[in-house]
């Protein structure tokens, strides 16, 4: 799936009233499989209870791993994405089940006390979604936010799109699914990062996925969950409504305009391509955070560029054609 993105880690600093704790949402992250007939048997209480909670700071998420089931719809669409995401949990093999704010939870589905101790939990930090829905691509704009004095260690970014209804005759007697997983927007097992420690101070993502002949747009929204490295336990997790349509600002100072442009994938295992939308020449260099040049040259409107022997980490990918340039961080990762 081919991923057009524009990825900002900023720190900036806001004007904020106060430096008091928010309120942590609740994320529910659900296995299963739509040729489990367990799932299919289980599935319509669990929904049923998360509606009763009314409980609006309760997310869900469908994950369709592919055992023990390969040949469901949902895993096969994103093997990779599915997979990543149960075996993170340790959770390949069996379905269905739940974790929630990153913790595996046995028991009855249509326990009235499922959620409850996880409720009425405060958080140091916030996330702020924006999406945007275009003709051939979403875009998402991801804010962490620094509400609070922490502690917290090294933190897991986890960002997926998801699609809050699919109509489909599933083997097992579903016809409706909820809160299907489709893709992720950091990488399958997410990013690391660093929360920063002064209130108001934020780390800021915008990525930008194309759409895909599978996902009715319309029902496609994001999520976010911040978790910790050490143990996944959740810290926040913020996630949209399908409707929301909002145009996003990268912040990324450009003589381009930015729709001239792009560089994908991002973050990139072993090939990238620029795109210039201009008359004429132009040229590349990609740069280490030391400013050291390792790979530069030039093309023509579009060009694919190997980065496969460079180290991982993250570089520069500047463009200039003429007076015009353009720049963006790169996240280079293993195959």
Sequence with gaps: MKLRNTLIVLFSILTIPGFSQVPQKIIIEHFTNTRCSICGARNPGLYTNIDSQNEPNI?????HPSSPYSSCVFSQHNKRGNDARTGYYGLLGATPQIVINGESVNGSFTSPTLFDSYKNQMSSVSISLTQQKMTDSMRVKIVVITEANHSMATQKLYVVLAEDTVFYNAPNGENQHYDVFRTTLLGNTGTLITVPSTVGDSVVFVQTVANHS???????????????????IVNQVEALNASANDPIVTGIRTDFVESEVAVYPNPVQTEIQIVADTEGEVSYRILSLTGKEMISGTFIKKTSVNVQNIPVGVYFVTIISGTKSYTQKMVKVNP
């Design 214 to 232: 599978d996902w009715d747009m319309s029902r496609m929204f994001a999520v976010a969950i911040l978790q910790n490295e050490s143990d996944k």
């Design 59 to 63: 997310i869900h998420l469908a994950v």
